[in-house]
DNA sequence: GTCTATAACTTGATAGAC
DNA sequence: GTCTATCAAGTTATAGAC
């Protein structure tokens, strides 16, 4: 399970290179460059291209399922649940930034039978969300709504992290997540 | 100023494969089979891929800037103006949906000097769009934070749209919008 | 493991006949 | 205006020497 310093390394750059330029604007090229090797050189670690986006993609939706599960389990009213879920996104777009936009944004440059291997665990993780705010407005901790839409909205918003963090640090990044989470919560409340 | 049938045909074919596969992905001679022409006539009426690319983006940037200006002019309170933004918004996302993904996401890849002219007028329009907000904010109609939380938080969150809206018409427009409208405007009060 | 060389292919765009 | 033919450049990936 040890994965090689040369293979860590190739891993990372390809992070960041198609967090920068997006996955079908980066070349093995480029990716070499980065890492100090000829193109060809990099096949002596992987096997394509695409292994390194299934890889970035895949890791990064286990630790959204992982914690997830882990939400479930306890139990804490809806409130909290939708706290910590919120609190778990901003913690993994602050501390795993370039995996966070290729998450995001470059899943759909997966080809079969990954990509809908991906949106079968999108669609399992956005039910599963889904359903504590439909019991949250159940118990009338939060606002009748269509769930689709809170859905959606809390998702897209925690999105914008992972392109507003690396640049400004102007304001700490506890009161961004206090401001963040509070502006979610306050969308919910009653 | 007349645009030929053929072109505008070009425009729109282009508008629809660009959102569907984003600008990278599509080829030219993707977009000429569903024109009905072959990949060189297309330059007959167009002069490059990039060109397609230009007019949708800026044509949408000055969709957003107008309706800005209009609301700017008018004399409403901040929480008034806030709201009518955001219908412009939801207006653009659910009239033009693939200028909207386009205008969202595939922006970065105008080459220069159009993309510093691109993020020009999105940086004006955010800080316009800052300006209200921070004068809700000091008239208490608004709970204090941040701004530029504030302002992502709204931005991202109203361009879910553009992805969710062309397939699920379960729930009526009408009542998506109010949701949503609902949803972020309870995010900002007090 | 890394390199050079190259295969096999796709891309945007042009030339020139009709 | 549309076509066929083609160019020039870039792509992922492999072969084989070292």
């Known amino acids: 399970m040890a994965v090689s310093p040369t293979k860590k390394k190739i891993l990372d750059e390809a992070s960041k290179l198609f967090q920068e330029r997006g996955y079908l604007a980066s070349s093995m090229r480029d990716l070499a460059k980065r890492v100090g090797l000829k193109a ?3 096949y002596s670690h992987i096997g394509s291209k695409e292994e390194l986006l299934q890889k ?9 399922l992982e914690g997830m599960r882990a939400i479930e389990e306890s139990d804490m009213r809806p409130t909290k649940k939708v706290e910590q ?3 778990l996104h901003i913690q993994i777009a602050t501390t795993d930034v370039s995996s966070m936009t290729i998450f995001s944004e ?3 440059h997966l080809s079969e039978p990954y990509l809908q291997e991906f949106r079968n665990m999108r669609r399992d993780y956005e039910r599963r969300f889904g359903r504590i ?3 949250g407005m159940e118990s009338g901790e939060f606002t009748e709504m269509n769930v689709t839409v809170c859905l959606s909205t809390i998702f897209t918003s925690l999105r914008w992290l992972h392109r507003w963090y690396p640049e400004k640090r102007s304001i700490s990044m506890k ?6 989470l509070r502006f979610l919560m306050n969308g919910l409340r009653k």
């Open 106 to 108: 470059e899943w759909r």
């Open 85 to 87: 879920l919120i609190l």
């Open 175 to 180: 009161a961004l997540e206090a401001d963040l």
């Open 133 to 135: 705010l439909q019991q």
């Open 40 to 42: 060809s050189s990099l």
């Open 56 to 64: 970035i993609c895949f890791d990064s939706a286990r630790g959204y």
